[in-house]
């Protein structure tokens, strides 16, 4: 868990100086929508193939969380890199779905 720190922060102190958010980056809209889908699909899914591959409810739960971060960092990277804006609101929704699919993770788990 201490390397998904590492990497969500650690990888914006060597950048660019942050830039003021655009105006079509809204808190709630079909993009953040679509970010948080995927974050809760990706921690659900990577939650059960681990556990599926005998580990306990601890380990899936760590990797499908870093799996969710490193997905989410790594698309705004990704935008970053290609000329578009880092959007800490995507973040956001990011970590909004990875909660809500580690929820869904452990009421399935029980």
Do not use: C
């Amino acid at each position: 868990m201490r390397f998904g720190f590492v990497l969500l922060f650690g990888s914006f102190q060597f950048g660019a100086p942050p830039e003021r958010s655009p105006e079509g980056d809204r808190w709630f809209g079909p993009d953040k929508a679509k970010h948080f889908a995927v974050s809760a699909l990706v921690q659900g899914v990577t939650h059960g193939v681990v556990r599926g591959t005998g580990n306990d409810y601890r380990t899936a739960s760590g990797v499908a969380a870093l799996s969710t971060l490193s997905v989410g960092v790594g698309k705004e990277l990704w935008d970053r890199s290609h000329g578009r804006y880092f959007s800490w609101k995507d973040i956001g929704a990011d970590v909004a779905g990875g909660v809500t699919g580690a929820v869904v993770a452990r009421q399935v788990d029980r």
